[in-house]
């Protein structure tokens, strides 16, 4: 009965700490880190939401600061940033927002990964404080950039500080959140033929909107690879864009009307 009952608490204790934590590696050592977004307050009207979740809890959000550490919570959950506008936050319960599904709210871009984990004893590495900054907002994305990393030792070694430069087009990037306050709703009469297109794209847009319609076409790893200006003076406007010797793939095309952006897939084939 005594071994039963001990090999029943060492299973509720192994269970445990594989569904709650983690299972320490012997001889190693966790590695803290510590990740900021150190210029958001250079765009007082954007908040940034860490959205964290996994296959078996209930996704959460909070709003990022500046100052604080991003946290993540266990190493297997999945973590998130997306950008959205101060003003669309207010009166809404951002704990419960499916962000990934939010049309006002725009990705970050790299995948930031804020969980330190364990190193083995024979790595004298202890923390690590990494600092990223906004760059600026595409249709679709909110582009960061790591600009310093600081590695600490456990072994009496001085801190290693790398610092890193944009090597990216700003010029590409918009410096205000390019989405709408209002729930982005699709304009009627935008249409892109033929999709799957080979040599030339013809883009028709037949609505009320009048002035310029910026447009974009982004691979889907968010990098504009085609950019121009469209002059929307009358009811409909019919144009004609040359892919033929792009890259097959898919494509986003991303049109703006005022505030609103306005998305649409294509393949190039």
């Known amino acids: ?33 510590c990740v900021k977004i150190t210029n958001l307050d250079d765009y007082p009207d954007v908040s940034l939401v860490g959205f964290i979740s996994s296959d078996w809890i209930q996704s959460y959000n909070y709003v990022v600061s500046s100052t604080e550490c991003l946290t993540k919570g266990y190493k297997l959950y999945d973590f998130d940033i997306f950008a959205v506008s101060k003003a669309y936050l207010v009166g809404k319960d951002i704990k419960t927002m499916d962000l990934p599904r939010e ?28 600092n990223y900054k906004i760059v600026g907002f595409s249709s679709s994305q909110v582009v960061l950039y790591l ?13 290693l500080t790398k610092t890193f430069t944009y090597d990216g087009d700003v010029a590409m990037l918009y410096q205000k959140i390019t989405v709408s306050v209002n729930s982005l709703q699709n304009h009627p009469g935008i249409e892109l033929y033929p999709n799957p297109v080979q040599k030339n794209l013809h883009i028709k847009i037949n609505n009320n909107y009048l002035g310029t319609v910026p447009f974009e076409l982004v691979t889907m790893g968010g990098k504009v690879v085609k950019s121009m200006t469209l002059n929307k003076s009358g009811l409909i406007i019919d144009c004609e864009l040359q892919i033929a010797n792009m890259d097959k793939g898919a494509y986003l095309v991303n049109l703006k009307f005022g505030n609103i952006v306005e998305s649409r897939k294509i393949v190039i084939k």
Not at 10 to 16: A, D, P, S
Request: charged share 20%.
């Open 1 to 33: 009965m005594k071994k039963q009952l001990t090999l029943l608490v060492f299973v509720i204790l192994l269970m445990g700490k594989i569904s709650y934590g983690d299972v320490i590696p012997d001889h190693s050592h966790y590695v803290s880190k």
């Open 103 to 130: 049309p006002n709210a725009l990705i970050a871009y790299p995948k930031i990964e804020p969980y330190g984990g364990y190193l083995d004893d024979s790595n004298p590495i202890s923390a690590i404080d990494q």
């Open 147 to 159: 600009w310093k990393e600081v590695t600490k030792f456990n072994d009496g070694q001085a801190d």
